[in-house]
């Protein structure tokens, strides 16, 4: 059974990079077909699509997030982390990675909450 983990820093300060990994059990993340994503939900808002990363390793991001957001990978430590530059208080949101198949995400990480402020 595959299972995703978010871990990082609770408290990040404005204007630094928020870095957040994802590590998944259970399962390889250059196992075909799956994508590896990256969601985030603010307070009191709808769920955002930040980015993925496909099996391959070609990454996607979100158009109105490309230019901070970078999602590579570490096969060996089988992790997914998420690096997002430049952070205002309006990037304070809950983060979950999922993973993703057939044009839906079939399996979660529990998120981990990232409050932005000085």
């Known amino acids: 059974q595959v299972q995703l983990q978010e871990s990082g820093p609770g408290l990040v300060k404005p204007s630094q990079m928020l870095s957040l990994t994802c590590t998944v059990s259970g399962g390889s993340i250059t196992t075909s077909p799956y994508t590896w994503s990256w969601i985030r939900q603010p307070p009191g808002k709808g769920l955002e699509w930040m980015g993925a990363?496909?099996?391959?390793?070609?990454?996607y991001y979100s158009p109105s997030l490309r230019s901070r957001t970078s999602i590579p990978r570490d096969t060996t430590k089988n992790q997914f982390p998420l690096q997002l530059s430049s952070v205002t208080p309006e990037d304070t949101s809950m983060y979950c990675c999922?993973?993703?198949?057939?044009?839906?995400?079939?399996?979660w990480g529990r998120g981990t909450q990232v409050t932005v402020s000085s």
């Open positions: 990363i496909v099996y391959g390793g070609i990454t």
């Open positions: 999922a993973r993703g198949v057939n044009g839906r995400f079939d399996c």
